[in-house]
T-cell receptor, first 112, second 111 residues
């Protein structure tokens, strides 16, 4: 059963805590992405990775960090430096940049 | 920085009618993609149209691309209540490579 998995679906954290969101794909895709979506809004790119051990900042990288040690995995850490972390986070992958993206089901993070 | 901008922001139609939504962009593109998002879910890819293509079909979906006007349209024919969702365009421009998403059109199809 191929695809992208994100876990958990819902995540609750206290302000000041770092939290890591999981993203795994078994599509053998080189490129992976993290997006943030606020209610009623579009997608904003946080980080993307073209290939293992390489990643680039997107439009709103401040307060976030990523790693890409394995082709299948692209975890996102929301740090305490992120001022407004409550949002819906979407992970995606594609064969390479500029190709159609396949999305996971998303993680809804609530920080109080 | 947003590349694609969808229009209208919201669209409400009756089942059986056609729905048309538009996407405009600013810089030269490699391709343009349309996605659908049901509430609270991830996006699903619908159609990719390359810069040298003018029209593409997939089932009840028809996408056109006019590179001279830097715009694309998505037509959904004979709409169904299940088509209720947000629709996003994403453009991959020739410099950056990666795709950039617009803010989407929210389509409501009333049964």
């Amino acid at each position: 059963d191929g695809g992208i998995t994100q876990s958990p679906k819902y995540l609750f954290r206290k302000e000041g805590q770092n939290v890591t969101l999981s993203c795994e794909q078994n599509l053998n895709h080189d490129a992976m992405y993290w997006y943030r979506q606020d209610p009623g809004q579009g997608l904003r790119l946080i980080y993307y990775s073209q290939i293992v051990n390489d990643f680039q900042k997107g439009d709103i990288a401040e307060g976030y960090s990523v790693s890409r040690e394995k082709k299948e995995s692209f975890p996102l850490t929301v740090t305490s430096a992120q001022k407004n972390p409550t949002a819906f986070y979407l992970c995606a992958s594609s064969i390479s940049l500029a190709y159609e993206q396949y999305f996971g089901p998303g993680t809804r993070l609530t920080v109080t | 920085s947003q590349q694609g901008e969808e229009d209208p922001q919201a669209l409400s139609i009756q089942e059986g009618e056609n729905a048309t939504m538009n996407c405009s962009y600013k810089t030269s593109i490699n391709n343009l993609q349309w996605y659908r998002q049901n509430s609270g879910r991830g996006l699903v890819h619908l159609i990719l149209i390359r810069s040298n293509e003018r029209e593409k079909h997939s089932g009840r979906l028809r996408v056109t691309l006019d590179t001279s006007k830097k715009s694309s349209s998505l037509l959904i024919t004979a709409s169904r209540a299940a088509d209720t969702a947000s629709y996003f365009c994403a453009t991959s421009n020739t410099n950056a490579g990666k795709s950039t998403f617009g803010d989407g059109t929210t389509l409501t199809v009333k049964p």
